[in-house]
């Protein structure tokens, strides 16, 4: 009986160690290993024999080394450089560098940016010229030199000029006195504009007192009394306030570059464009000088070129750009064209009683475009006169 048991046993299929088994650590099988071998206190032989078995079957284990599954990197989609114009330009230059591939339909395509910024690149080194700078119109030969240059860069405007002796900026007045004299000429005929000056000229004491602190002395009705508006009366107090003020100085004036002082005067009120082109052009003898709000000027340039419509004062940077550094020059021409042509400006048309202009119009909506309307009878008596010429 006990041989049959025993018998049973062994034909019995030997047990399978356990699946979770392979997934312990190796230190604590063989600590289960060892546990088992150990002698016990009472056993018989079938679980002797069972315990052997089991025995022999765990040490058979193979060692496995199991990583976790974190240290695993997860795959990542490759990164696609993208290169900036500059990058592209330096790509182009170099043999060793990485062309970046565009797959379409029709296959691949090797992009060719940077090499049309190379050629651009080329092409605008080919046709620089050298930089002419410009002096101050009143200095000796300096107009002569814009002269040449306008012959040479405009062939057209070459024509014109052979047709009237050159301007002359010979005279000076202080930029306050200047900017003084622009306000009180301000939408007034010449002669009009001729007798209020004297007599505000006489209420201060002469020119030479014609200072900051002398107009914030006077009242509005003082000014009234010789034929001064009360808004250009408000119009003369803003501008001595804001040189009392140190905002604006004679000095600061003359040593700003244009863009700088077209900033600061415009913010005096009753000063606009205009005024400052004007101020610019006669006053400082500034030598790059367009004024694109002016009605003469923008006429001139339609004739001048046989356009259809007068050209808008956004277009005349591009229209004009060959005269640099001597728009003031080529505008003063502009303005003997026109005037030889009989085609009036908003000056005449205003001078004569005519209805306001366009140009009128929009700076009358701004209040800081202010226009001298003076009878045309030459160019000084466009600027130059009301300007202290």
């Known amino acids: 009986m006990g041989e049959q048991t025993q018998h049973q046993h062994q034909s019995q299929p030997q047990p399978q160690p356990h699946p979770q088994t392979q997934s312990q650590p190796l230190s604590q099988i063989q600590a289960q290993v060892q546990a088992q071998s150990q002698p016990q206190p009472h056993h018989d032989p079938l679980t002797s024999s069972i315990t052997s078995t089991t025995t022999t079957e765990l040490i058979a284990i193979p060692q496995q080394t199991v990583s976790p599954l974190a240290k695993i990197p997860p795959s990542r989609p490759r990164k696609v450089r993208k290169l900036s114009p500059d990058d592209a330009a330096s790509t182009a230059n170099d043999p060793n560098s990485l062309q970046i591939i565009t797959t379409t339909r029709d296959g691949p395509k090797t992009t060719a940016k940077s090499a049309k910024i190379k050629t651009s690149q080329q092409r605008a080194l080919a046709v620089v010229t050298p930089r002419i700078i410009a002096r101050s119109l009143s200095c000796e030969g300096e107009v002569e030199n814009a002269i040449r240059h306008l012959r040479n860069a405009d062939p057209l405007l070459a024509s014109l000029i052979d ?11 202080t930029p306050f006195l200047a900017l003084t004299r622009s306000i009180l000429y301000q939408q007034l005929a010449f002669k009009a504009g001729t007798s209020i000056y004297t007599r505000f000229i006489a209420l201060c004491g002469g020119e030479a007192d014609v200072l900051p602190d002398t107009v914030l002395a006077l009242t509005t009705q003082q000014l009234r009394q010789i034929g001064v508006s009360g808004r250009k009366a408000s119009y003369l107090h803003d501008l001595a306030r804001k040189y009392h003020n140190g905002i604006l100085s004679d000095s600061a004036i003359v040593n ?7 900033t600061m005067l415009t913010m005096v009120n009753g000063i606009g464009s205009w005024s400052v082109h004007m101020f610019m052009i006669f006053s400082l003898h500034r030598p790059d000088v367009l004024p694109i709000n002016d009605l003469g000027v923008r006429k001139g340039v339609q004739l001048l070129y046989n356009l259809e419509e007068l050209p808008r004062p956004s277009q005349m940077d591009q ?3 060959k005269w640099r550094p001597y728009r003031s020059v080529a505008s003063w021409y502009l303005w003997r064209f026109v005037e030889a042509k009989g085609s009036p400006s908003s000056a005449v048309a205003v001078a004569t009683g005519a209805s306001m202009t366009q140009q009128q119009q929009e700076e009358q909506q701004h209040q800081q475009q202010p226009q001298l309307l003076d009878p045309i009878n030459s160019i000084l008596n466009l600027g130059a006169c009301a300007w202290g010429q």
């Open 163 to 173: 047709l009237h002796p050159p301007p002359t900026f010979d005279t000076f007045h």
């Open 256 to 262: 700003m570059d244009d863009k700088s002082l077209f």
């Open 319 to 321: 229209l004009c750009d």
